[in-house]
């Protein structure tokens, strides 16, 4: 089956500067890669997602790129604010029958110093 | 569009009970899935339920079990309940089957004493 590591599982930056997180993927075949954020006793929450027909995407300021010949993707986080502390998931698809579910990676606990 | 509504919010048992979870998906969604969550281990697939049917489970012991009713709606119940299931066990809806994007509740809280 599918296995998804994430590094760093904690990270910590000051307000302002960019934040990188990036997890590796087993499955070549896996092809949606999406990136959730947990906020402290709140659920995870799709931030961006990316199909593996393009190498990056953008939302303001997050962005997921995507290298399939490595089989790793990450999450740029720039001008980091406070707000944007919390938990981060990757996640890949794993096919199981007629059934596709998504594996998570371990998660990074992203603090923003003021 | 509400939610995903999961029930109730906050649990205590013992070891040795059982406890039953309830997850309303997303008006219109025929998906249902089971996370649980801990401390440093991530999210942890427990199985996923679309028209009333299981169709794919995760590595956890049959003590772990769940269903789905016709409105779409799910239960996971627990049996003999152990220390280590203490845990944010979560629900994720989708559309249908085939698609990816999970929408999440916030979670029941379990803790086993």
């Known amino acids: 089956g599918e296995n998804v590591e994430q590094h760093p599982s904690t990270l910590s930056v000051q307000e302002g500067d960019s934040a990188v997180i990036k997890c590796t993927y087993s499955?070549?075949?896996?092809?949606?890669f999406p990136w959730y954020k947990q906020e402290l006793g709140k659920r995870p929450q799709l931030i961006i997602d990316?199909?593996?027909?393009?190498g990056e995407k953008k939302d303001q300021r997050i962005a997921v790129t995507l290298n399939k010949t490595a089989k790793h993707f990450s999450l740029h986080i720039t001008e980091t604010q406070p707000e944007d502390s919390a938990v981060y998931f990757c996640?890949?698809?794993?096919?199981?029958?007629?059934?596709?579910?998504?594996?998570f990676g371990s998660g990074t606990q992203l603090t923003v110093l003021p | 569009k509400a939610g995903v509504t999961q029930t109730p919010r906050y649990l205590i048992k013992t070891r040795g009970q059982q406890v039953t979870l309830s997850c309303s998906p997303i008006?219109?969604?025929?998906?249902v899935s089971w996370y649980q969550q801990t401390p440093g281990q991530g999210l942890q697939f427990l199985f996923e339920?679309?028209?009333?049917?299981?169709?794919n489970k995760g590595n956890f012991p049959g003590r772990f079990s769940g269903r789905q009713f016709s409105n779409s709606r799910s239960e996971m119940n627990v049996s003999t309940l152990e220390l280590g299931d203490s845990a944010l066990y979560l629900c994720?809806?989708?559309?249908?089957?085939?698609?990816?994007?999970?929408?999440f509740g916030s979670g029941t809280q379990l803790s086993v004493l």
């Open positions: 994720a809806s989708r559309p249908t089957g085939r698609g990816e994007k999970l929408f």
């Open positions: 499955d070549s075949a896996s092809n949606y």
């Open positions: 990316i199909r593996s027909n393009v």
């Open positions: 996640a890949a698809p794993e096919r199981s029958g007629s059934a596709r579910q998504l594996t």
């Open positions: 008006s219109g969604h025929r998906s």
């Open positions: 339920y679309f028209s009333e049917t299981q169709r």
